[in-house]
């Protein structure tokens, strides 16, 4: 594409409203703009104060309507409100959720707002709606805003140009670490656990003292994430290192548990904490699943008896099982063990994305920090300055004060008489005149000249400040420890809530150990219903079958037995004894419990029993022999063994005994030709065992050659052919016409 395309008219009228470009860079600069505006004004934290611009202009408008700590609560609307008016026009949804969200003490490790209402709950409930609720800042919010006053910040125009508000907030905690973030913005994203404030100061107080320190140096004092729900960390500690030295890693967290004693050798399990960011709700709904589809045999049921605390209540299903190994299968197949994704990509003074490390993000905590003190100090000396213009002049004023009172009585222009004769600033001339009566007695000059005074030392002191690095971090430095002190660990709201744990990985249990073994006898039908009737039944027993049914498989099994089913398209599903349904009535539907397709028959059922093999082959005359281990699938989807060309499907699944094998095609040709002649395979088409001009095979089978090769007549007398010269040949040959007396239906059983 030029800039100027070759179809527009010369004669057009240039109204100067028109221009062209390639449609790519004119995408690209406006996706640009769009990713830029994501990434810097909504989705990534600034790295000072860890707030992104909604929750920032959420507190600092708080401030504005003076709900402090210890005021009154106002409406979550009228706040909501505010923010969208005056600093945040975007929906007024979005900034109720990120409002409540900083209310949320089970999502926010040091909350930000305190909400009195509904705010939600650690099941997954939503707030209720912005009407119903009020809310104030927390005694940490004030600390975030200290020193607004104070020209701490830079401020900015807000969207119309009509108010201030703060670039960055003060920030006097590394509120980043302490109570994380997450975050998607164009191409990157952001995901930051929280931590405990204590840990946190101890870090940066190190740091002051060392400024060259590495993530393993800061570990020695942040172990690791402190969550707000609690649990256990089994991170290793060299996993841990790597995630903070590079910015990107992952926590392994588990909920916290105890095994509590029954009496008379019974016992359940209590979980008291839970996985930061799992809903209660949903983890109830999983492991009620698990005990429904049976995936943890040894869970029999589960409660919820949470109040204001957790408490869910597992029990086992029989006081044998040892109380790890449930624990071990509920962690490997639940959200009471969940992985915590690390991501440190922060805004590096409000402009750079960054992804960062440990001692990255708390230099940039740190440094903002010295900003804020010398803007605060500088600010502090131009009030002093102001002030000590105000007291020289009241100090003129009262060492002439019979002199100042007559001019000020007789004198019709008493403000610029008092400055040509005593040599005052415009300021001190209009302070000497607003001066009250009631002030001027003797006593207020001495409390004039002690204020004085004062604030020269104040000053003097604060040029020394400004003149010295060390005097700037060590007042940083004693700033962090009155934090510290209010907030760390001396309190009940500061302790470490998250511990350290070894993660203790329980051996895989065979499912078959937890079950009681009882003989069943399993019944599968022609339409697929599939039943388990306790015992060992007749296998030729009168069984009944829905209206249009009739009995298909009929096997002696065990409740530990897996049940291998061979799909007609190839596919091998495994099903457990005890999972089969009662035989009190017609059973279920066996692709109910298995993804086998509709328009698959089942072409076999067997038993597993390991290392056993198998031969299988398909209609085409295709196959190879498989170990029952390779059968065995560990999904409902179950597991592809043969291979099918178009149109054919699985013919023969036939147990290997003997060292020869015997094929007989839809033409009635047998062939016979040694075992050794097939390969074994885990999955695939396999190899041609007998050669077809029309038609396929019809069945396949093994024997032992020295036995003969055996069969039911019609009659269902069982002969056996020991002379088998004649059908003795090379795998993939035509072989010759069946023995006499071969059955009509092709089938050697």
Same mark, same amino acid.
């Given at each position: 594409?030029?800039?100027?395309?070759?179809?527009?008219?010369?004669?057009?009228?240039?109204?100067? @409203?028109?221009?062209?470009?390639?449609?790519?860079?004119?995408?690209?600069?406006?996706?640009?703009?769009?990713?830029?505006?994501?990434?810097?004004?909504?989705?990534?934290?600034?790295?000072?104060?860890?707030?992104?611009?909604?929750?920032?202009?959420?507190?600092?408008?708080?401030?504005?309507?003076?709900?402090?700590?210890?005021?009154?609560?106002?409406?979550?609307?009228?706040?909501?409100?505010?923010?969208?008016?005056?600093?945040?026009?975007?929906?007024?949804?979005?900034?109720?959720?990120?409002?409540?969200?900083?209310?949320?003490?089970?999502?926010?490790?040091?909350?930000?707002?305190?909400?009195?209402?509904?705010?939600?709950?650690?099941?997954?409930?939503?707030?209720?709606?912005?009407?119903?609720?009020?809310?104030?800042?927390?005694?940490?919010?004030?600390?975030?805003?200290?020193? @607004?006053?104070?020209?701490?910040?830079?401020?900015?125009?807000?969207?119309?140009?009509?108010?201030?508000?703060?670039?960055?907030?003060?920030?006097?905690?590394?509120?980043?670490?302490?109570?994380?973030?997450?975050?998607?913005?164009?191409?990157?994203?952001?995901?930051?656990?929280?931590?405990?404030?204590?840990?946190?100061?101890?870090?940066?107080?190190?740091?002051?003292?060392?400024?060259?320190?590495?993530?393993?140096?800061?570990?020695?004092?942040?172990?690791?994430?402190?969550?707000?729900?609690?649990?256990?960390?089994?991170?290793?500690?060299?996993?841990?290192?790597?995630?903070?030295?590079?910015?990107?890693?992952?926590?392994?967290?588990?909920?916290?548990?105890?095994?509590?004693?029954?009496?008379?050798?019974?016992?359940?399990?209590?979980?008291?904490?839970?996985?930061?960011?799992?809903?209660?709700?949903? @983890?109830?709904?999983?492991?009620?699943?698990?005990?429904?589809?049976?995936?943890?045999?040894?869970?029999?049921?589960?409660?919820?008896?949470?109040?204001?605390?957790?408490?869910?209540?597992?029990?086992?299903?029989?006081?044998?099982?040892?109380?790890?190994?449930?624990?071990?299968?509920?962690?490997?197949?639940?959200?009471?063990?969940?992985?915590?994704?690390?991501?440190?990509?922060?805004?590096?003074?409000?402009?750079?994305?960054?992804?960062?490390?440990?001692?990255?993000?708390?230099?940039?905590?740190?440094?903002?920090?010295?900003?804020?003190?010398?803007?605060?100090?500088?600010?502090?000396?131009?009030?002093?300055?102001?002030?000590?213009?105000?007291?020289?002049?009241?100090?003129?004023?009262?060492?002439?004060?019979?002199?100042?009172?007559?001019?000020?009585?007789?004198?019709?222009?008493?403000?610029?008489?008092?400055?040509?004769?005593?040599?005052?600033?415009?300021?001190?001339?209009?302070?000497?005149?607003?001066?009250?009566?009631?002030?001027?007695?003797?006593?207020?000059?001495?409390?004039?000249?002690?204020?004085?005074?004062?604030?020269?030392?104040?000053?003097?002191?604060?040029?020394?400040?400004?003149?010295?690095?060390?005097?700037?971090?060590?007042?940083?430095?004693?700033?962090?420890?009155?934090?510290?002190?209010?907030?760390?660990?001396?309190?009940?709201?500061?302790?470490?809530?998250?511990?350290?744990?070894?993660?203790?990985?329980?051996?895989?249990?065979?499912?078959?150990?937890?079950?009681?073994?009882?003989?069943?006898?399993?019944?599968?039908?022609?339409?697929?219903?599939?039943?388990?009737?306790?015992?060992?039944?007749?296998?030729?027993?009168?069984?009944?079958?829905?209206?249009?049914?009739?009995?298909?498989?009929?096997?002696?099994?065990?409740?530990?037995?897996?049940?291998?089913?061979?799909?007609?398209?190839?596919?091998?599903?495994?099903?457990?004894?005890?999972?089969?349904?009662?035989?009190?009535?017609?059973?279920?539907?066996?692709?109910?419990?298995?993804?086998?397709?509709?328009?698959?028959?089942?072409?076999?059922?067997?038993?597993?029993?390991?290392?056993?093999?198998?031969?299988?082959?398909?209609?085409?005359?295709?196959?190879?022999?498989?170990?029952?281990?390779?059968?065995?699938?560990?999904?409902?989807?179950?597991?592809?063994?043969?291979?099918?060309?178009?149109?054919?499907?699985?013919?023969?699944?036939?147990?290997?005994?003997?060292?020869?094998?015997?094929?007989?095609?839809?033409?009635?040709?047998?062939?016979?030709?040694?075992?050794?002649?097939?390969?074994?395979?885990?999955?695939?088409?396999?190899?041609?065992?007998?050669?077809?001009?029309?038609?396929?095979?019809?069945?396949?089978?093994?024997?032992? @050659?020295?036995?003969?090769?055996?069969?039911?007549?019609?009659?269902?007398?069982?002969?056996?052919?020991?002379?088998?010269?004649?059908?003795?040949?090379?795998?993939?040959?035509?072989?010759?016409?069946?023995?006499?007396?071969?059955?009509?239906?092709?089938?050697?059983?």
């Amino acid at each position: 594409m030029t800039d100027t395309p070759d179809d527009v008219p010369d004669d057009l009228p240039e109204t100067g @409203l028109t221009t062209s470009e390639p449609l790519s860079r004119a995408i690209g600069e406006r996706y640009l703009t769009y990713a830029l505006s994501t990434i810097m004004h909504r989705a990534l934290p600034d790295a000072r104060d860890g707030l992104k611009p909604v929750h920032r202009r959420i507190l600092y408008a708080m401030r504005e309507l003076r709900l402090s700590p210890t005021g009154g609560f106002r409406k979550s609307a009228k706040i909501v409100g505010d923010v969208m008016g005056n600093y945040h026009p975007h929906g007024d949804s979005a900034i109720y959720d990120a409002m409540a969200r900083l209310a949320q003490d089970f999502v926010i490790r040091y909350p930000l707002v305190d909400g009195q209402g509904n705010f939600g709950n650690i099941d997954g409930d939503s707030p209720a709606a912005s009407r119903y609720t009020e809310a104030r800042m927390t005694a940490v919010t004030e600390v975030l805003l200290e020193g @607004l006053a104070e020209d701490a910040v830079e401020m900015r125009p807000n969207y119309d140009g009509t108010l201030q508000e703060p670039v960055v907030l003060p920030a006097a905690i590394p509120n980043l670490l302490a109570n994380g973030a997450s975050g998607i913005a164009v191409g990157m994203a952001t995901n930051i656990p929280p931590h405990n404030l204590h840990e946190l100061i101890d870090a940066c107080q190190h740091m002051i003292r060392h400024p060259e320190v590495t993530a393993s140096d800061l570990m020695a004092f942040v172990p690791g994430p402190d969550f707000p729900t609690g649990g256990v960390l089994v991170e290793p500690r060299e996993n841990i290192l790597d995630a903070y030295s590079t910015g990107r890693g992952a926590f392994r967290l588990r909920a916290r548990w105890q095994a509590e004693d029954l009496g008379r050798g019974t016992w359940q399990i209590v979980v008291t904490e839970i996985p930061y960011q799992v809903q209660k709700s949903k @983890l109830i709904e999983r492991l009620a699943e698990l005990i429904q589809l049976k995936k943890v045999p040894a869970l029999a049921d589960v409660r919820d008896e949470s109040a204001e605390d957790v408490r869910i209540v597992l029990e086992p299903r029989s006081r044998t099982v040892d109380p790890d190994m449930l624990m071990g299968m509920l962690f490997r197949n639940s959200e009471l063990e969940t992985r915590f994704s690390l991501n440190m990509n922060v805004l590096i003074d409000g402009r750079v994305p960054k992804v960062c490390s440990l001692p990255e993000v708390l230099r940039a905590f740190l440094d903002h920090r010295r900003d804020v003190l010398l803007r605060r100090s500088q600010h502090r000396i131009g009030k002093i300055d102001a002030r000590l213009e105000v007291l020289e002049g009241y100090i003129i004023a009262y060492l002439n004060l019979d002199r100042v009172i007559e001019i000020i009585r007789y004198e019709d222009e008493p403000k610029a008489r008092l400055i040509e004769e005593f040599d005052l600033t415009d300021v001190q001339a209009e302070a000497i005149l607003n001066m009250r009566l009631r002030n001027l007695r003797k006593l207020e000059e001495m409390e004039l000249r002690r204020e004085r005074d004062d604030l020269i030392k104040e000053r003097a002191g604060l040029e020394d400040l400004l003149g010295s690095e060390a005097l700037q971090w060590k007042s940083i430095g004693k700033e962090l420890a009155d934090v510290q002190k209010k907030f760390g660990k001396g309190t009940e709201f500061g302790k470490r809530r998250t511990d350290f744990a070894d993660a203790v990985e329980v051996a895989e249990v065979p499912i078959e150990a937890m079950i009681d073994r009882e003989p069943i006898t399993v019944i599968l039908s022609k339409m697929g219903w599939v039943r388990a009737m306790k015992g060992h039944q007749p296998l030729d027993a009168e069984v009944k079958f829905k209206d249009g049914d009739t009995g298909r498989f009929v096997l002696h099994a065990e409740t530990t037995d897996r049940i291998l089913i061979a799909g007609a398209n190839g596919r091998f599903y495994t099903m457990l004894g005890a999972n089969l349904p009662g035989g009190r009535g017609m059973g279920e539907p066996i692709r109910l419990m298995v993804d086998l397709p509709n328009d698959a028959d089942i072409t076999d059922l067997l038993i597993y029993r390991p290392a056993e093999k198998y031969l299988v082959a398909s209609s085409d005359g295709d196959g190879f022999v498989v170990t029952s281990d390779e059968m065995l699938a560990q999904t409902k989807a179950g597991k592809q063994v043969l291979n099918l060309g178009e149109g054919a499907v699985t013919a023969v699944v036939r147990k290997i005994a003997g060292d020869h094998v015997a094929v007989v095609g839809e033409n009635r040709k047998v062939l016979v030709f040694p075992l050794e002649e097939l390969p074994e395979m885990a999955r695939g088409k396999g190899v041609r065992l007998q050669r077809y001009k029309d038609g396929g095979l019809s069945d396949a089978t093994t024997f032992t @050659l020295a036995n003969g090769l055996s069969w039911k007549d019609p009659a269902g007398r069982t002969r056996t052919e020991t002379d088998l010269g004649e059908w003795l040949g090379k795998r993939a040959t035509a072989g010759r016409m069946a023995p006499r007396g071969f059955p009509r239906d092709n089938k050697f059983n």
